[in-house]
């Protein structure tokens, strides 16, 4: 594994971003990724150390921001979702909706289970 790519499930630039807040605030938008990575707007701390301390870069993008292939991966494994760059540019997803969600807004929890992933595929 070369590099680790999270997605958000919402649009990014300023226009998409705040129609996540305004949909999130009135209940019709959620994104798992979104609660374990930020408070409120903000980037959690907590967050950015857990990255830091990851064997393989971390690169945190929008949908709207995916590659044609990234695209592709997430017709399988849902948003949000992390997916798993190998040496050949192929793409496998680390953890899905579901296992995004166990964490429960928790870095600590999600940073756990995403070492798993890694390690299952050969990362220590």
Not at 5 to 23: C, I, K, Q, S
Not at 34 to 52: F, K, L, N, Q, T
Not at 80 to 88: I, K, Q, S, T, Y
């Amino acid at each position: 594994m070369v590099e680790v790519v999270a997605v958000y499930d919402a649009d990014g630039g300023v226009v998409g971003e705040a129609v996540y807040v305004v949909r999130h605030l009135l209940g019709s938008a959620d994104c798992a990724l979104c609660a374990v990575s930020h408070r409120g707007v903000r980037r959690r701390p907590e967050w950015d150390a857990m990255v830091a301390d990851l064997p393989v870069p971390v690169r945190v993008v929008h949908r709207n921001e995916t590659s044609e292939a990234e695209r592709d991966a997430l017709v399988l494994s849902g948003l949000p979702a992390v997916l798993g760059v190998r040496r050949d540019g192929s793409l496998t997803a680390l953890l899905g909706p579901t296992g995004i969600a166990a964490a429960d807004g928790s870095v600590e929890q999600f940073g756990r289970a995403l070492r798993a992933a890694l390690a299952t595929d050969g990362v220590a």
